[in-house]
């Protein structure tokens, strides 16, 4: 197996991985945080930054937010492994919620994506750019709205038909949310303490309610 290291967050790449053995690691690690993506035989292994965990938290703290505020029903699976055998592929998103397929995955602790839904938001932080496409990964899984964020700008995509995804200017599955929202709050993320600041998000998801 070669090994490649990137730059940024502290990123490995193994080729000629068997799926096997991408399973046994994503089972069996113990190393609190690691993430580990599969594509064909190449596996990638990521150790997060603070500045990583921080972000994902705080994009994952408005979404709570925001679905209690407006009373929708939400399942969140955090960093649930999402594999498909069948396509050589497998990712651990930073965060993933259950919106329109809440109902078919309440109170269940084990599904299985042959036959269950997969999430219907996935949501990647990526401060240093991953060396795999996750965005094809997530098409094999058949995810059907992905995030992308680099700490300070979050991209909206959404699945179509013909497997590839397009960006948005609103999330599909919150319509009422655009990018340039999150944007706006993550940007202020350093100017307060986190209470505060998720005070500060609330009170502006009350007012979609008006």
Known sequence: M??????????????NVAWDVYG????ESSRGG??????????????PS??????????????????????????????????????EKGVEPDE???????????????????????PD?????????????????????GVPEVWLCDGEKVE???????GAYSRRDRSPALPFLNSADLERFLAMRNETDETTWIRSFREWARSLKR
């Open 2 to 15: 070669a090994t490649a290291a990137l730059s940024g967050e502290t990123r490995i790449v193994l080729t």
């Open 50 to 87: 603070r500045e990583h965990e921080r972000v994902k938290r705080r994009i994952g703290r408005m979404i709570e937010a925001l679905t209690e505020e407006l009373n929708i029903p939400i399942e969140s699976d955090g960093s649930m492994t999402l594999q498909s055998q069948l396509n």
């Open 96 to 118: 993933c919620y259950y919106i329109a397929n809440e109902p078919r995955v309440r109170g269940r602790d084990d599904l299985d994506l042959a036959a269950d839904p997969p």
């Open 24 to 27: 046994r690691l994503a089972a």
């Open 121 to 141: 938001l996935a949501i990647e932080v990526d401060i240093a750019a991953s060396s795999l496409d996750h965005l094809a990964i997530y098409s094999a899984l």
């Open 34 to 47: 690691t993430r580990f993506t599969y594509d064909r035989g190449v596996l990638e292994i990521m150790s």
């Open 156 to 162: 909206f995509y959404a699945l179509e038909t013909d």
